[in-house]
């Protein structure tokens, strides 16, 4: 391939990408050997040759599977929890090795269990703050303009328009659009004059003949070449993208719970959830001296819910009426409802009587976020009205979620209350990541558990 005086601008760090992935390297071994050579400092544990050939160890393998996984390769087009699930896995592959070693060679007990341990659950987490340091660094860049790479559409008009919303969405890939053609010939002309990096094939209907054509033409440049999928299959509710062997598949209603997220969902509900109880173990009591006090009846109330996958769980909560209904027709507490107590009222206006689902939560029948849990008589009305509303089911119910920090809380007079509500829900499954847990949580203690609705 030629290029012309007109070629594209490079990207600011293009002649240093190889040096770059070298660098990132270098790091990745500096963090494995710093780090067990730092805790047996600390833990002030002889630096014995056979701490240096762990470590040694522990880089090659690490290395080896990292080049397996195209983990040092651009991160350009990934999202920054593939990435950690890389290095999660890839660690873990390497401390089972480590120990199978030790075993076979019969050494385990010439190391110090505790600072094996600190290794083993430090050096992940270090590695994962180098990348996230590393990532964020390259998105302010790219950003700004630099460290940018050229992009084309090749596709009808109606996909490739759609396909550019999209891409132009993602200002941190630093890619820059240079056009999109319907023609590929005039396409391979700006390619082979101008330099583009990647080429973008998005074809709404079933156009293998000019597919293949475009690929056979492309594979005559350095281009890189990816096929978009058909964006209507892609918008799809909850659709995402998996590979099922070596097929892509479009996964449609699934939940994001797989591996890595589902660990750390079990493991954030198992820890937030221990001090959250005992935090507020203290205030639970005295809230149970005042619903004892305040009116006859017992102290918790049990409804039935659907939990995960639409199985029925039994809820707990504080009674904060008089009646306590679990029947085929439960009517929604309204403002000012003769049901509800006195104390009661204050306890939903606060929220206060949905503390014992922390119980729910150690459990495992309920997540600290999630889809708030309706009643099965709503879940069964809703559910005929609702195109999707099910799909909330997908995952465990939460004490917050999305919604409520969104101020959609309380009774739903309307069918597009409720609408707005299972919107919401859906979005949070669809966008699950750590950190928008996080974020709900702080957003739940900041602004406090009230509402205007909440009767």
């Known amino acids: 391939m030629s290029l012309s005086a007109n070629q594209q601008p490079l990207g600011l760090m293009r002649p240093l990408?190889?040096?770059?992935?070298?660098?990132?390297?270098?790091?990745?071994?500096?963090?494995?050997?710093?780090?067990?050579?730092?805790?047996c400092s600390l833990y002030q544990v002889d630096i014995l040759p056979i701490y240096q050939v762990a470590a040694l160890l522990a880089v090659i393998f690490y290395f080896l599977i990292a080049e397996v996984r195209s983990m040092y390769r651009s991160s350009r087009l990934q999202t920054y929890s593939s990435m950690i699930g890389k290095i999660l896995s890839t660690w873990a592959t390497v401390v089972i090795a480590l120990i199978l070693i030790a075993f076979a060679t019969k050494s385990s007990a010439n190391f110090s269990r505790l600072t094996l341990s600190g290794w083993f659950l430090l050096t992940p987490l270090l590695l994962a703050f180098e990348r996230l340091g590393i990532y964020l660094a390259l998105r302010h860049l790219r950003k700004k303009g630099s460290n940018t790479r050229s992009y084309a559409i090749l596709g009808d008009s109606a996909s490739s328009d759609q396909l550019l919303t999209k891409m132009v969405a993602l200002p941190w890939t630093g890619l820059?659009?240079?056009?999109?053609?319907?023609?590929?010939?005039?396409?391979?002309?700006?390619?082979?004059?101008e330099g583009v990096d990647y080429v973008f094939l998005s074809y709404s209907g079933n156009q293998q003949e000019e597919i293949i054509a475009a690929i056979n033409a492309l594979a005559d440049s350095t281009a890189s070449v990816y096929l978009a999928p058909n964006i209507f299959l892609s918008d799809l509710l909850g659709s995402q993208w998996i590979t099922l062997g070596n097929m892509p598949m479009i996964t449609i209603n699934d939940h994001p719970f797989y591996g890595t997220q589902w660990f750390l969902k079990k493991t954030e509900d198992i820890v937030l959830?221990?001090?959250f109880f005992l935090l507020t173990l203290p205030l639970m009591l005295l809230i149970a001296i005042g619903v004892k006090l305040s009116s006859p009846g017992p102290i918790l109330f049990k409804q039935r819910r659907y939990g995960l996958n639409g199985e029925t769980i039994w809820v707990l909560k504080f009674r904060t009426m008089t009646t306590q209904e679990d029947g085929a027709v439960i009517v929604q507490a309204k403002k000012d409802d003769a049901r509800v107590t006195s104390f009661g009222k204050f306890l939903r206006r606060t929220s206060l009587d949905e503390l014992p689902q922390f119980i729910n939560v150690l459990q495992g029948g309920m997540s600290i976020v999630g889809p708030r849990p309706h009643a099965v008589s709503h879940n069964e009305h809703y559910r005929k009205l609702i195109n999707g509303y099910m799909l909330r089911h997908k995952v465990k119910p939460g004490i917050t979620g999305w919604a409520q920090v969104n101020g959609l809380r309380g009774e739903t007079e309307e069918?597009?209350?409720?609408?707005?509500?299972v919107d919401?829900?859906?979005y949070y499954i669809n966008h699950w990541s750590l950190s928008l847990d996080l974020k709900i949580i702080f957003l739940t203690i900041l602004n406090g558990f009230t509402g205007k609705s909440a009767y």
């Open 415 to 421: 069918l597009n209350q409720m609408q707005a509500r």
């Open 17 to 39: 990408s190889s040096e770059f992935s070298t660098l990132n390297r270098l790091l990745d071994a500096l963090i494995i050997w710093a780090s067990l050579i730092g805790l």
């Open 424 to 426: 919401h829900d859906l």
């Open 176 to 193: 820059t659009h240079v056009g999109s053609y319907q023609q590929l010939d005039t396409l391979i002309h700006k390619v082979q004059t």
């Open 273 to 275: 959830g221990f001090i």
